[in-house]
């Protein structure tokens, strides 16, 4: 449904100059008074991104700002300061404002976001938080979705899968790793993992006019994906986990071959780093085909599998 | 609720360079990258802001902008751009985001507010929208809630009371008349009037220190107070309304006597300026008492009303 209004909304916004990305990458560059400032924002809502029965507001008001965190590692940019919009249920508001706040503030400090200000409601409905984050782009510029090119490598931080055995709270947003990287390297695109490997390489590849071909056998498959499917039992297996559950929060990106051979020799990051396909020349009309090569070298289409908003 | 978590929040959130106002006005200010930024973000829910079996999406969509206008008009500050994030109910919920689009668009053309972004979502829930704005701060700097001194006059622009009758969708945000104000005249302190008269005055008799003494027989009370009132048959005055009502979204002003004096003989801007008091030096502990004075010369302590978040 979101992927269908901003389709419909991209036909009717103006262009401007305050805002050249349009509606088309992780966060928003603004030109503000002469400066470039990144921002963006993420509602957290009960049922879809948490369950308050079972979830610690601790790590629902962390989730909060860590799935925000994350896109600005996307762009590789700085994080500055950000607002917090709460809507609370009426009964027990206090306290839960108080205690999402107690998870939040930590991760705060840790990423030195100052918490500049905010809005705080109570209602006849269910927990939802609004983060607005802002932040500031390195003398790289912004890292952008748009740049892949044919022959890039593509890379992955972290492992993939399973996250709804906790990873989609505990997660660490790779900004400090995304601002390592866009200064010690040469990227051409980059993306956070929030929607599903799949889903998410084919909005790389999509805003960049090129195809991808990815080897399966590469992909750095976590521990809990295995677990998932064996808790699933449904017949998937921890490699379509990988491929597509989504709020893995790592980066994928795409950059020269040889720069990422060299990255992914000296493994420079605690998190690791996987090369797991390249970038294809674009083919039909979307130009974005993607394509998957199993370790026997069998080639077949590969459906990109996600979190639909 | 609202007040007693920022209390709270505020003896946490350690002091930051970069938002030098904590949480203490309408809009936060942010040094970003050597600049300065004006940010506020309001989230409007089901039941508390409107109704969806009531109120058209259109009226809904331009009343989640024109909130957040208004609080960077009590700033005096410049709208530049905005990120609109949706929570949506399932059941039609691209049909609704257009609509709110529909209405959210006109206004910000009319204000010159780019749509840089923003967030879309479906859950099982009501309708929550969060609107952050971001804005410059003109060559007058911010006008803040804190600049208030005895022997200031208080000014009102256009009417008070009565906004359930339709006003809480259809104000105009006083952003051009606050930027006129501030070029051309003295501005002490300002706020905008969303939660009541009496409240609001409260806030910015606390921020800057001060007591006010109000002429109520000066209070710009508009028609649709008395209507309310006569509506309500609960035995209100339309004075009571003009006081407590709330979502007037008109600025309340502190300025010298004499440039007040001068701007209400001229009458500048069409919604019109009226003084309806003064501000007096500050007693007792809070040091922000109201009084009210009464046609008769009669007078009273004034005891703040209005929407408690």
Chains 1, 2 share one sequence.
Not at 5 to 15: D, M, Q, S, V
Request: contains cysteine; charged residues 25%; negative net charge.
């Amino acid at each position: 449904m979101e992927l269908e209004f901003l389709r419909w909304l991209g036909e009717r916004l103006p262009a401007d100059v305050r805002a050249p990305l349009g509606l088309r990458d992780d966060a928003a560059i603004l030109e503000l008074s002469g400066q470039r400032v990144v921002t963006t924002v993420d509602m957290l809502t009960e049922g879809v991104d948490f369950l308050l029965s079972q979830d610690d507001p601790e790590r629902i008001g962390r989730k909060a700002l860590a799935v925000n965190l994350s896109d600005l590692a996307a762009m590789a940019a700085r994080p500055l300061a950000a607002l917090v919009a709460l809507t609370l249920p009426r009964e027990g508001a206090l306290s839960l404002a108080k205690r999402l706040y107690e998870g939040l503030a930590p991760l705060a400090e840790e990423f030195g976001v100052a918490l500049a200000g905010g809005d705080t409601n109570t209602w006849d409905g269910p927990l939802a938080i609004s983060v607005t984050l802002f932040g500031e782009v390195t003398e790289r510029g912004p890292l952008l979705r748009s740049g892949a090119r044919p022959g890039d490598v593509l890379l992955v931080t972290g492992q993939l899968g399973g996250s709804r055995l906790g990873h989609q709270f505990d997660f660490t947003p790779r900004v400090r790793e995304a601002l390592w990287l866009a200064e010690h390297a040469e990227l051409h695109a980059g993306i956070d993992l929030s929607d599903g490997l799949s889903l998410d390489l084919w909005r790389v590849c999509q805003a960049s006019g090129v195809g991808a071909m990815v080897d399966t056998s590469r992909i750095p498959v976590a521990d809990d994906a295995a677990r998932w499917a064996a808790q699933l039992a449904d017949g998937s297996t921890a490699l379509e986990h990988a491929l597509a559950d989504g709020e893995d929060f790592e980066l994928l990106l795409a950059m020269p071959r040889e720069a990422a051979a060299e990255l992914v020799k000296e493994q420079p990051l605690a998190c690791g780093l996987s090369i797991i396909g390249e970038c294809v020349a674009g083919e039909g009309a979307g130009k974005s085909r993607l394509w998957r090569r199993e370790a026997d070298g069998s080639r077949s289409p590969l459906v990109p599998r996600g979190y639909e908003h």
